[in-house]
């Protein structure tokens, strides 16, 4: 989060934050933070950062030192440390060596057939560094969450691991577990006396194993959060040919000052924003605008850093560098955009605020009731391990990772790749799609759409005599214009190029001059050609006027066209219950067009990149959910803005990374199926959220009753994630 500085007295510092595992983390950093003096915080648990803006009496190290103090590590991004990647490569490490030891302890727990003399022992030994080193997150992130007198998920699974390991423990030290030659059976009646004869370990390392798996990859894909940023700044020009006394000379260009000139010859990015002062070309903004047509700039023309050059020689004096340019600042729009989203917290997380605390109350209540009724200290201690372990989470922490993996998977298939969680919790809260234009809707590419002849001549000689005359252009008009011709263009001679009016040259023994009406001519008033240009500027396209012997002989059309899919793609936003709203940079007349071609009514034109965030956040304030679809880079900030971001993958890598879900092929149809798709995966989360806590319900009196042994209940455990997981791979049928 960007604030201005109001005074010199204030400050902002970004910090990098590891050791959340869950929202409730975040809130906590933040309510520490904001208690200080002259601070001001926000902390996003998807990107794993703090902006806090503060007063210059309170130091960075102070800030450090308060989030440290809550139980976190924090760290200035400058300082080269990447804790996250750290704890990633820790958490795989952990998830590794804990399936491994936890296959043989499972097996051996389940199948009496593997239980050879002293196998509980061997269990013992296996299931401890699990336990212990393994389980360590959960230990740790429980012991802070103690000290705050705070309980989430990691509480709960804590407690039930070290329970069951340490009753395992107990059982084989002093009860009869660890007899040598003792067998492990299933035994569903409920014993209701020695319950130091089992041993759960089983129940201990399994629960680990499959909540670091779900830990691991949630983190992961949190890891790319950052990209966006990165993309945006690498598309900057690395070095720049500065010009001092008419002397060229090759410089880095994060040397570049105010009022420096510089040198952009064809092909080359322009290093950073400024005005033209010598030479004609014209500048390919597509990256910055996301609109198709290259504009025509000459002395006096304002440009901006990281476009492109597309023809002729160029001399630029540097107006803004470094922070101040426009892609710095679309950087910048990116990066609010991203810290100001409202992260949806998990479902699991929010109801484990009520339901740990009570399942470990229900725990100790047990206890004390059997003790209290003189049952023993072995059905008392077995009744509440019971407790602990048939309500560990195993299934609550299955729930998401594996719906999400098969939704993700399923989707991968489709073309849709989706980022995380959070991304499916939006979807069915959507109710309108704002869709860019250029790339997304249409094609993105220049094509001919029509050509109109005079009558004195033919339709083929016009684009044949066209076609031969701009071949010598590099312009995306040209080349459109010659892709339209079919077969070789004709031998050209005496080709010249009229910087921002057109081209001509001799072609069979004639003048042929193609552009605009100021180099070719005006058609005569109400001539079918004069009805032919006014068509084109109704409709928003542009219009190449031809031309020999001095009259103007025909008109070509050339538009940016509307994708075959698009109007069948915006029908089935409408069957979703989605509005489709038609944003682009373009002028009012081409965004009518297209439009009324695929049956959008709502259009809102001629927006710059940061009109497009505006945009997004006034649709929101009118109390809208809205989608963005978009492929440009000039879309990245409206797509981390949105409250679902949905990237063409066929567009730039800084408008993927900004999304939430990207979309492998241009076709829109499959933005339709991506929301179908996450609206199903989300619907498969909470049936499983559901049905995990169900269980919980219905099984926590059975084990308080003394009815399930922890051996039994470590089973029904079991069974309830086998149910989680069968009800995930239902994803993989999604049509």
Same mark, same amino acid.
């Given at each position: ?107 051996? +727990? ?31 992130? +429980? ?58 370990l089983e129940a201990a390392t399994g629960v680990t194993t /499959?909540?670091? +798996? ?101 001399v630029v004096r540097a107006t803004r560098v470094g922070a ?44 004390? /009731?059997?003790?209290? =009724? ?120 005496? /080709? ?42 109704a409709q928003g396209r542009t219009a190449v006027l031809v ?133 199903? =995966? ?54």
């Amino acid at each position: 989060m960007t604030t201005t500085h109001d005074t010199p007295a204030e400050l902002d510092t970004e910090l990098a934050i590891t050791g959340m595992t869950c929202a409730s983390c975040a809130h906590r950093i933040e309510r520490k933070l904001n208690k200080m003096d002259g601070v001001t915080a926000s902390v996003n648990y998807a990107t794993e950062k703090a902006s806090v803006h503060h007063a210059a009496g309170v130091s960075t190290a102070d800030l450090l030192a308060v989030v440290e103090a809550a139980g976190y590590t924090a760290a200035l991004p400058e300082d080269g440390r990447d804790d996250g990647e750290a704890e990633l490569a820790s958490l795989r490490r952990r998830l590794l060596v804990s399936a491994a030891l936890s296959v043989p302890v499972i097996a051996m +727990a389940m199948v009496p057939a593997l239980q050879f003399p002293g196998w509980q022992w061997v269990s013992l030994v296996l299931a401890t560094p699990v336990v212990l080193w393994a389980a360590w997150p959960f230990h740790r992130a +429980a012991w802070t969450n103690l000290r705050h007198a705070a309980t989430t998920m990691d509480t709960l699974v804590s407690v039930g691991v070290l329970a069951a390991f340490a009753w395992s423990l107990v059982a084989l030290v002093v009860g009869s577990a660890g007899e040598i030659g003792m067998v492990h059976g299933f035994d569903l009646r409920p014993a209701r006396s020695d319950g130091l004869g089992n041993i759960y370990l089983e129940a201990a390392t399994g629960v680990t194993t /499959f909540l670091l +798996a779900g830990r691991y990859f949630e983190k992961r894909s949190k890891r790319r959060a950052g990209d966006a940023l990165r993309s945006l700044l690498e598309l900057g020009a690395r070095e720049v040919t500065v010009l001092r006394d008419g002397v060229e000379d090759r410089v880095p260009a994060d040397s570049l000052t105010v009022g420096t000139r510089f040198v952009v010859r064809p092909g080359e990015k322009i290093a950073t924003d400024g005005v033209v002062e010598d030479g004609r070309s014209a500048v390919d903004a597509s990256m910055l605008t996301g609109e198709p047509v290259p504009v025509d700039v000459g002395p006096g023309s304002e440009v901006a850093g990281a476009t492109v050059n597309t023809s002729g020689r160029l001399v630029v004096r540097a107006t803004r560098v470094g922070a101040d340019t426009q892609l710095a600042q679309m950087a910048r729009l990116v990066e609010e955009a991203q810290t100001g989203k409202a992260e949806v917290q998990r479902l699991a997380d929010r109801i484990s605020g009520v339901f740990v605390p009570i399942v470990i109350a229900l725990s100790v209540a047990t206890l004390g /009731f059997w003790l209290g =009724t003189g049952s023993g200290a072995t059905l008392a201690f077995s009744a509440a391990v019971a407790v602990l372990i048939i309500a560990c989470p195993c299934a609550l922490g299955l729930a998401t990772p594996t719906a999400l993996m098969v939704g993700t998977g399923r989707g991968a298939q489709l073309g849709i790749l989706i980022r995380g969680p959070e991304v499916l919790e939006s979807t069915r809260r959507v109710d309108t799609v704002v869709l860019d234009k250029t790339g997304t809707v249409t094609t993105g590419a220049m094509s001919l759409v029509s050509v109109t002849a005079a009558p004195t001549t033919s339709e083929q000689e016009v684009r044949r005599l066209a076609a031969a005359v701009e071949s010598g252009s590099e312009h995306p008009i040209a080349r459109a214009v010659v892709a339209g011709w079919d077969g070789p263009p004709p031998p050209v001679t005496g /080709f010249v190029n009229r910087e921002g009016r057109g081209v001509e040259a001799d072609v069979d023994g004639r003048r042929v001059v193609a552009g605009r009406p100021s180099l070719v001519g005006e058609p005569e008033p109400g001539s079918v050609l004069a009805g032919a240009l006014e068509a084109a500027e109704a409709q928003g396209r542009t219009a190449v006027l031809v031309g020999w012997d001095g009259v103007p002989q025909g008109v070509l059309v050339v538009s940016d066209t509307v994708k075959d899919t698009s109007a069948e793609a915006v029908a089935r936003f409408r069957e979703l219950g989605l509005e489709p709203v038609l944003l682009t940079g373009d002028h009012e007349r081409a965004a009518r067009a297209v439009a009324a071609q695929v049956g959008i009514e709502r259009v809102v034109a001629g927006v710059l990149p940061a009109g497009k965030v505006d945009e997004v956040k006034r649709l929101q304030g009118e109390g809208r959910v809205v989608a963005m679809v978009g492929d440009g880079i000039n879309d990245a900030p409206a797509l981390a803005q949105a409250d679902l971001g949905l990237a063409m993958g066929t567009g730039t890598d800084v408008a993927i990374e900004a999304s939430d879900l990207t979309l492998v092929r241009g076709d829109l149809r499959v933005a339709a199926d991506a929301v179908r798709l996450s609206r199903r =995966t989300l619907a498969t989360i909470k049936g499983n959220l559901f049905w995990a806590f169900a269980y919980n319900v219905l099984a926590l009196p059975l084990a308080a009753a003394g009815l399930l042994t922890p051996m039994i209940a470590g089973a029904a455990m079991a069974l309830s994630s086998v149910f989680v997981v069968s009800n995930s791979l239902r994803l993989r049928r999604f049509r």
